[in-house]
């Protein structure tokens, strides 16, 4: 069986398209069969998307330092829980690539000697 390794695709995201991707892999990680270990979890994921959003919009309609501080505060946090949620669905699938894409997470194929 070949074996595929989570691509995260979050480097080059906005932060809008940044919180578009962490609600496409809230919403299929949610009852999702294979990742049952990871229910508790989502609710901060959502938390995380939705500080991000705020922040957005409010950098968008106010401006200003403080606004521009929790942008990247939020942002930074929406980064690091994604990448640790590329590491939990990894870990889980075994190297499975439908299982993979269950999570909203692209593959790549592992490189073999």
Do not use: W
Request: charged share 20%.
């Amino acid at each position: 069986m070949e074996k595929f390794t989570v691509k995260l695709g979050i480097s080059t995201l906005t932060p809008e398209g940044l919180v578009v991707k962490g609600r496409n892999v809230h919403s299929n990680l949610l009852l999702n069969a294979s990742f049952p270990t990871l229910q508790a979890l989502l609710p901060g994921l959502a938390t995380a998307c939705d500080d991000l959003d705020a922040a957005n919009q409010a950098m968008e309609f106010h401006g200003g330092k403080v606004a521009a501080t929790t942008k990247r505060d939020a942002e930074v946090a929406l980064r690091s829980m994604l990448k640790d949620f590329g590491g939990y669905v990894q870990g889980i699938s075994e190297g499975d690539k439908a299982v993979i894409q269950s999570a909203a997470f692209d593959v790549v194929k592992e490189r073999t000697p």
